[in-house]
Structures are given as structure tokens and as C-alpha cells.
């Protein structure tokens, strides 16, 4: 998890300093709770179109035997989960700043999986889309339900993966006294071994070029296709920038603290401003487009949707009259 969450706790006033601290106390007070709710705003309005989305997706069977929407709600779930943890944890930062290393595992492990199944749901979709376009007549062969959620399972099975030396390593490496301790829940403090942090590395690094030739096989593949005046190729031509873009944006988390350190370089004293625009940046924006890129802009998905809110205007309407 992103060890920007330290973002405006992490910081000291020394004796130096004295001299107008209450002003800056208060700046820094006013700028926690400006970054607290748009932060929580965020959180709550991306969960709710979230929620609407599975709503619909359950509610309607087109979508639940359809393997493109398998996918596409399966990274909804994930980017939900993955954004209610990185707000619990950012609202621990500004209310307690430390846990005990225990409950943060807890609450590491599920943030750490579904972060990293999000460029692999998108490598997968990706390939869902190379299939549909470049070999239509084996589609249905290849992309069945059962193998859909085959390869979702494999997905996870990846992510816990990446993971389990992590706790291998800590439970090797560390008393079990540091498991009692209070510490800032942040990855680098609880997986604090080297081992840890150069296997993490190793990691990102593997599924970022495994990710990024996905996308660029897929999207020269479909674009040969796009030539003959394809619309269904161009469509998925398309969604392919569009994964693409979603996935540099998810990567941006792997870079972070180059980021940082470069920001902090250029405006030197902003640090907490910084910190708070980093978390919003790589952790809320990404997960803010995800339904809005790919539910929203599918024509089906879309009308579906419209329905959806028209009756909750409608009900809503009756309820107050």
C-alpha cells in the first residue's frame, strides 16, 4: 500500500519553529480536514456508482454470461475494495497514525492483492478484446463463463503469490514481540526486509512488462484489423488506449516515491500539500475513471443504467408523495 498515506501526519514542529506554530498548526489542521473530506467524497461517490453497477449487473442476465462484463465487474469489485482500504487507511493516518502490526497485516494483505490484480484484470481484458476482434470464430470456444472465472481465480492466485514471501520473510526475519508493537501501516514498515523490498520490486517490475506487452500486442493486432474499416475494431481499438492509460495511471503507484522526492525537490517546504496530492493522484483518481471509462462507455451497460436511475427517480418520487 501506497506509504504516501503518511501524507499529513508525518511531520514535526521543532523548537526552531516556534514562533507562529499555532498559525501553522492551523494551516496544517485545515488542510487534513479539506483533504479528509475530499478524500471521503471521493470515496463515497465512486463506491456508490460501484454498487449500482453490480446491482445491475446481477440483476440482469446479458451481462452475467457474458465474459466482457465478468471481467469488467470483477475489476469494479476490485477497484471498491481497493479504494475503501486506502481511505480506511488514510483516515487511520490523520486519526491514530499508528496500528498494531497485526491489524495492519490485516488490512495490508487485501490492499496489496487487489492493487496488484488491477493491471492483470486489464491485461485480461485486453486479451478478451483481442479475441472478440482477431479470432471471432473460435470466441466462444475461448472465451466461456467457466473459463472467465477460471482466470479470474488464477488472477488472485498470482496476486497471493506476491504476497505470502512477504509474510514468510517477516515472521522469519522478525520477532514475534514486533507483531504486538504500534507502527504507521504502510507495506515498507511492516515488510521492512530488504528481501521484502527488493522481491517487491522484482515484482512490479515483472508484472508491468508482462502488462505493458499485452496491451501493445493486443492494440497493433486490433489496429491491423481496424484498417479494413471495422467498427467493432476500431471500438476495441479504442478500449485498448483505454486500458493502456488506466494502466499507466496504475503503475504510477510503482513510481511514487521517485515522485515524490522529485515534488518535494521542486517545491521545497510543501511536503504536506505534496503528500496529500500523491494519495489522491495514484490511489482515488484511477479508481474514480475505472467505471466511469468502462460502464459507463459500453452503449449496453450504458442503457441499462439509464433505466436503472430513472426507476430510482421514480420511486423516489412516490416515496415522497
Not at 492494440?219 to 483505454?242: D, E
Request: glycine share 4%; net charge positive; proline share 2%.
Amino acid at each position: 500500500m501506497s506509504s504516501s498515506l503518511s501524507a499529513s501526519t508525518n511531520f514535526t514542529v521543532t523548537e526552531g519553529n516556534l514562533t507562529g506554530s499555532g498559525v501553522y498548526l492551523g494551516m496544517l489542521s485545515l488542510t487534513a480536514v479539506i483533504g479528509n473530506v475530499v478524500v471521503i467524497s471521493l470515496g463515497i461517490i465512486t463506491c456508490f456508482i460501484n454498487a449500482s453497477m453490480v446491482h445491475i449487473f446481477n440483476k440482469q442476465q446479458i451481462f452475467r454470461f457474458n465474459p466482457r462484463y465478468i471481467l469488467f465487474i470483477h475489476l469494479v469489485l476490485n477497484e471498491t475494495l481497493q479504494m475503501t482500504l486506502s481511505v480506511s487507511l488514510y483516515i487511520f493516518a490523520h486519526a491514530f497514525y499508528t496500528l498494531y502490526v497485526s491489524v495492519c497485516i490485516l488490512i495490508l494483505l487485501p490492499a496489496i492483492l487487489t492493487t496488484v490484480n488491477t493491471p492483470v484484470n486489464l491485461a485480461c481484458m485486453a486479451a478478451e478484446c483481442y479475441i472478440s476482434v482477431c479470432i471471432p470464430l473460435r470466441y466462444d470456444s475461448i472465451c466461456t463463463v467457466k473459463k472467465t472465472y477460471i482466470v479470474i481465480g488464477i488472477m488472485w492466485v498470482i496476486s497471493l503469490l506476491t504476497i505470502l514471501p512477504d509474510i514468510f520473510i517477516l515472521f522469519v526475519t522478525e520477532e514475534l514481540e514486533f507483531l504486538k508493537t504500534r507502527v504507521f501501516c504502510d507495506r515498507d514498515t511492516v515488510f521492512r526486509s530488504s528481501y521484502s523490498k527488493n522481491k517487491r520490486d522484482a515484482s512490479h517490475i515483472f508484472l508491468m512488462v508482462v502488462v505493458c506487452l499485452t496491451l501493445f500486442y493486443t492494440y497493433f493486432r486490433i489496429l491491423f484489423v481496424a484498417k479494413a474499416a471495422n467498427s467493432q475494431a476500431k471500438k476495441a481499438r479504442n478500449t485498448i488506449l483505454l486500458h493502456g492509460f488506466q494502466m499507466l495511471m496504475c503503475m504510477t503507484l510503482y513510481i511514487q516515491q521517485v515522485l515524490k522526492q522529485l515534488l518535494l525537490y521542486l517545491f521545497p517546504g510543501q511536503a504536506i500539500y505534496i503528500k496529500n496530492a500523491i494519495f489522491v493522484l495514484i490511489q482515488i483518481i484511477p479508481r474514480c475513471l475505472s467505471p466511469v471509462v468502462y460502464g459507463l462507455r459500453d452503449k449496453t451497460f450504458r442503457m441499462y443504467y439509464k433505466k436503472y436511475f430513472m426507476c430510482f427517480q421514480v420511486k423516489a418520487v412516490k416515496i415522497q408523495t
